[in-house]
């Protein structure tokens, strides 16, 4: 650590969160901290990339009508747009279909493939879906269409019998990390036309990749951490048109980071697939029209509000009668929501989870077939859901996922007994539903320098697989306590640790249910003397430390507390 310290010029206390991380020469540090770019895989390692190519000069000189069928998330409508974009400047003549969430389900299906049919498409080619479409591919062959697909999904048994498969899943000794949908298709698209002797096409999209990695929630290590790194790295004046204006549809004054692609693009995105139809996400990436960009990007800023309440009111109703109930011991949520659309319950299962920290389920009335429920869940860490689901199987229409998320269909009758099988099946497995926290560094404040926070600027983007360092403090004094924000509902504090250094750090929780908490904790009157300025009451925090522009100071950022 001490080689660290003096070859790289950083702190010691930097040096312990590069070691504790893994990065612990400075051979590794140097290259997490300064990649440049050596380890982006080329398109030529992807599985039948050059054959994709090969079936696209055939279609070009045949003057072949292609579509791309992509997905209703934002992966999904990045990737439709690279491809579709790519191959409108390769010279095909192009068009695109995204499948309606409800109505379609995910991917291309047997459907889909009669209605191409229909309209005379020579060529398919999926982009975010496909891998597991034997059905709708095997119908497309049938019907005489050539099927390229590309996709990152986990493969099946059996593979689809496409004329072209690009999935580096499929290939175990692919050498990249595990990307998403829109890189293959930007990675594909970009090979295409460098071979066609057409300028770069990666580059210049780099941003719109960097929205894909991060909204699919890709480990930000390797290539992924330097697609994102590099998109943001790129001013926004020169990003994508309908970037551009989606970013001022949401009142974006600085430049985007990770969390903006995350919490700010991403859900106006997929709030279009989740109420309606995800058509236009990729309109206003093809747009070249200010005025259409604004207009569409307006339109994704006010569905994604729709889809906010929609969300509250869901969780709400949900919180509420959960409180309510007694169980004896943990057992997974499976909750039937009376309210909850079936497109956004996966999202109220998340939010579920996070609130009891168990494994939940939000089932609803399927608005397709009488008598059936549909839903979505998400697990904790430690236990798979996709096995609880296994485990259930012959109570269940139809279910998928992996681990940590799921969706599935059931007939109503089946609930009660559902329910008691996973219960069942989550107790058997052994895994305690207890969270953990993973901390980088115990500190002091005063361990809190301007120049600890510039390095750990440097680790950006956080993410999935490089979330932002964590710090604790111990036994600290809540000297000061206030609430800020739209109907005051953040907290900002004023602490002290054990050799006296103050700082102020603010929290982005539920101010009443902290004031509560805290009551419960302290009483009441303790709770005032903080509210005066005069606490006296400890707590832990864990935090992450920045650089304030408002109060040019170092504060804190609150993540969990413990009152003691």
Known sequence: MEDMVLKLGITPAFARILCGRGYDTVEKAAAFLYPDGAELTAATALPDAERFCAFLHIAKEDRTKVRVVGDYDADGVTATYLMLEGLRRFGIVADYRIPNRVTDGYGISTDMVREAAEDGIGMLITVDNGIAAVEAIALAKELGMTVLVTDHHEPQETLPNADVLVDPKTDPGYPGSAVCGAVVAGKLTDFLLEKAGKPGFFKEQIEVLALATVADVMQLTGENRI????????????????????????????????????????????????????????????TKDPVEAEKLARSMVDANLVRKDMTSDAIEEAAEKLDALSSEGDAPIVY??????????????GKLRERYYLPAIVLCESTE????????????????????????????????????????????????????????????????????VSIDLVVTFADLTDQLCTEIGRMEPFGNGNSKPVFAVKNATLIRLSHFGRSTKYTRFLLA?????????VYFGNADEFVKQAGEAWGREAVSEAFAGRGTVKMNVLFTPQYSSYSHEIEITVDKFQLI
């Open 497 to 505: 640790d054990e050799a006296g250094t103050k700082i102020t750090g």
């Open 227 to 286: 697609i994102v790194r590099n998109g943001l790295m790129k001013p926004l004046t020169e990003w994508n048109l309908g970037l551009r204006a989606l970013a001022e549809a949401n009142g974006l004054k600085t430049e985007p980071k990770a969390y903006t692609l995350g919490f700010v693009f991403a859900p106006c995105i997929n709030a279009l697939g989740r109420l309606k139809d995800a058509d236009p996400g990729v309109d206003l990436l093809l």
């Open 336 to 349: 039937r929501s009376e309210i909850c659309h079936e497109s956004i319950a996966g999202i109220v299962a």
């Open 369 to 436: 077939e009488k008598g059936v429920l549909k839903g979505s869940g998400r697990s904790i860490d430690g236990y798979s859901i996709f096995e609880g689901l296994t485990a259930c199987k012959e109570l269940l229409t139809k279910f998928g996922g992996h681990a940590q998320a799921c969706g599935l269909t059931l007939p109503k009758e089946n609930l009660n007994a559902f329910s008691e099988k996973l219960a069942e099946h989550f107790r058997e497995s052994g895994v305690e539903a207890v969270e953990k």
